[in-house]
C-alpha cells in the first residue's frame, strides 16, 4: 500500500539503483484538460493562473503553490497537443497504443514517437533520455518528463509536465490518461516522490 504520510522526507533514490518496477501511484484525478490545453497553448500563461475560471475541479483543495511555468516551445506544444487527444485512453499494464490501452511509459513512449523524439520502452530506462534537469519545480519547463519512486524503491512512475503543477499521465489510479494538479492534496504522493526530470524538448530542437 502506497503510504501518502506527508511528514515522511523526500529521499531521492540514485537512477543507477532504479528498477522497472510498476505504475503504481498515488490516487489521481482528471482537471479540465480541454481549459489546461487551451490556457498552455494558445494562451501560454501558467495553468495555474486559470483555475480560479475554471471551477468544479475534481483535484482536491491548494495544499502548495507552485511556480508559473512559461510558454511551451513549438516542439513542447505539439507534444501536449498529442498527450491531451488520449485522455481517457484506459490505463492497462504493457499497453503502449491507443488501441490497446497504455501503462504510465508505454504513454510517454507513444507521445513522444508521434514527435520523432524515440524513448525506451520503461519509465526505468527512461530516466537516463534527454537532458538532466534539476528536480526544482521553478527549473522545470513545460515537455520536460517527470519520474517518481518512492524511498529505497525503483522508479514506479514516468508523466509528462504540462506547466505550473499540472501533469498528464496514464495513471494506474485514476485507471486511465488523466490529468493531475500537483498543488492540491492529491499530488502529495508525486511531490513527495519525484526523483528525476528530463528534457527531452527544447524549443524547436528535439534532443536525445
Known amino acids: 500500500m502506497i503510504s501518502r ?3 515522511r522526507p523526500i529521499v531521492f533514490v540514485p537512477l543507477t539503483l532504479c528498477v522497472l518496477s510498476a505504475c503504481a501511484q498515488g490516487t489521481t484525478y482528471g482537471v479540465s484538460n ?30 502548495r503553490r507552485m511556480p508559473r511555468s512559461p510558454a511551451p516551445s513549438a516542439a513542447a506544444s505539439r507534444v501536449l497537443h498529442v498527450a491531451n487527444q488520449y485522455v481517457g485512453v484506459p490505463y492497462v499494464w504493457g499497453g503502449n497504443t491507443p488501441s ?21 520502452r520503461t519509465a526505468h530506462e527512461q530516466a537516463h ?38 501533469i498528464i499521465h496514464a495513471s494506474s489510479a485514476a485507471g486511465a490518461v488523466s490529468y493531475l494538479d500537483l498543488a492540491t492534496s492529491r499530488g502529495d504522493w508525486y511531490v513527495q516522490n519525484l526523483v528525476a526530470v528530463r528534457r527531452l524538448v527544447s524549443g524547436a530542437r528535439d534532443l536525445w
Open 34 to 63: 480541454s481549459t489546461i490545453l487551451s490556457t498552455v497553448i494558445r494562451a501560454g500563461e501558467a495553468i495555474g493562473a486559470s483555475t480560479s475560471s475554471r471551477g468544479g475541479s475534481s483535484s482536491g483543495s491548494a495544499t
Open 100 to 120: 490497446s490501452g497504455f501503462d504510465c511509459s508505454g504513454f510517454t513512449r507513444y507521445v513522444f514517437g508521434s514527435q520523432g523524439v524515440q524513448l525506451p
Open 5 to 7: 504520510a506527508n511528514t
Open 129 to 166: 533520455s534527454g537532458q538532466a534537469v534539476r528536480v526544482d519545480f521553478a527549473s522545470m519547463l513545460p515537455g520536460d518528463i517527470l519520474l517518481f519512486a518512492e524511498p529505497n524503491e525503483g522508479i514506479s512512475h514516468v508523466a509528462i509536465y504540462v506547466g505550473s503543477g499540472q
